[in-house]
């Protein structure tokens, strides 16, 4: 009896560990799925311009993100995003100097 009472709470603790409420970049525990995000504001760079790509993610709450992107020349920019109701907006972008 009580392996079954084992494996019941094992098996529910594991599948609400993994839920994501609607796919998105917000998992069932209230944790931001980073990658999400990054493929998300990729997507939306892509859409728009698709002069460069994000190489990295700074901080990333549900609806803001500090990206770090790269051009397709090499220049690189530290860039601000909020999400409005029809994706992700870019809300500011400023150089890094190249070492």
């Avoid at 995000?37 to 500090?66: F, L, P, Q, W, Y």
């Amino acid at each position: 009896m009580r392996l079954v009472i084992t494996l019941v709470i094992a098996l529910t603790s594991a599948c609400a560990s993994t839920s994501t409420v609607g796919g998105g970049p917000t998992s069932s525990n209230g944790r931001v799925n980073v990658a999400s995000v990054r493929a998300e504001i990729n997507a939306a760079i892509n859409a728009t311009t698709a002069d460069r790509t994000v190489s990295s993610m700074g901080k990333a709450t549900v609806d803001k993100a500090t990206v770090y992107t790269t051009s397709k020349s090499g220049a690189r920019a530290e860039e601000s995003w909020s999400k409005a109701e029809t994706g992700w907006k870019l809300d500011s972008s400023t150089p890094i100097a190249t070492r």
